[in-house]
């Protein structure tokens, strides 16, 4: 699977949108980008996901560049239930299909 | 999103007991199931991928005789963890692929051994 850097934290204003960075140099063609986040001592949430056009759902937005070796989770108004750890997964193929290796993660905190 | 339930949500244990933890897809059929083991402040750690009607395949390092994994059904998957010990004390998440392949993760179960 190829592997992913995001900044270890991050810090955002409520009510400001909140752009989460993530790097995935090495992505083959048939692999998808993920985004899922964890709020303390719960399971991930699936948040959304993408190949290579910018994809937007009712809690994000993604943008994936056009080589395909970077992409930004945009939380557009972000609240203080937005704090949590966000990964960003790119998901295997071939054998490894399915399969979700989670890296560190970019710490959010939501502040007043 | 689907919904994806794991019961108990917590568990103390006397050390050298076994523990058996479920995980269910409520309202969908989910023909692989992964579980995931977290240690405080860590990531997840994949530890196995469970297909229904097959045997479990373990990532390396995992005890596969430890970490017992029944898939029986397509709405659930239990992971037994026997003669446990104080280092198997973590945080246990289960996920679910359904037809979608999109993959939705359970509460996790907080297993603390004493």
């Not at chain 1, 993604?62 to 609240?79: Q, V, W, Y």
């Not at chain 2, 897809?25 to 995931?36: E, H, N, P, V």
């Not at chain 2, 083991?37 to 990531?43: A, E, I, L």
Request: net charge neutral.
């Amino acid at each position: 699977d190829a592997k992913t850097t995001q900044p270890p934290s991050m810090d955002c204003a409520e009510g400001r949108a909140a752009n989460l960075p993530c790097n995935h140099s090495t992505i083959s063609g048939n692999e998808y980008v993920y985004w899922y986040r964890q709020i303390h001592s719960q399971g991930p949430q699936y948040i959304i996901h993408g190949l290579k056009n910018n994809e937007t759902n009712e809690m994000a937005s993604l943008i994936i560049t056009e080589d395909r070796k970077s992409s930004t989770l945009i939380l557009p108004h972000a609240t203080l239930r937005d704090t949590a750890v966000y990964y960003c997964i790119v998901r295997g193929g071939g054998t490894s299909y399915g399969k979700l290796t989670f890296g560190q993660g970019t710490i959010l905190t939501v502040h007043p | 999103g689907a919904v994806v339930s794991q019961h108990p949500s917590r568990v103390i244990c006397k050390s050298g007991t076994s523990v058996k933890i479920e995980c269910r897809s409520l309202d969908f059929q989910a023909t692989t199931m992964f579980w995931y083991r977290q240690f405080p402040k860590q990531s997840l750690m994949l530890m196995a991928t469970s297909n229904e009607g097959s045997k479990a395949t373990y990532e390396q390092g995992v005890e596969k005789d430890k970490f017992l994994i029944n898939h029986a059904s397509l709405t659930l998957s239990t992971l037994t963890v026997t003669s446990a010990h104080p280092e198997d004390s973590s945080f246990y998440i289960c996920s679910a692929r359904g037809a979608n392949n999109e993959q939705f993760f359970g509460p996790g179960t907080r297993l603390t051994v004493l």
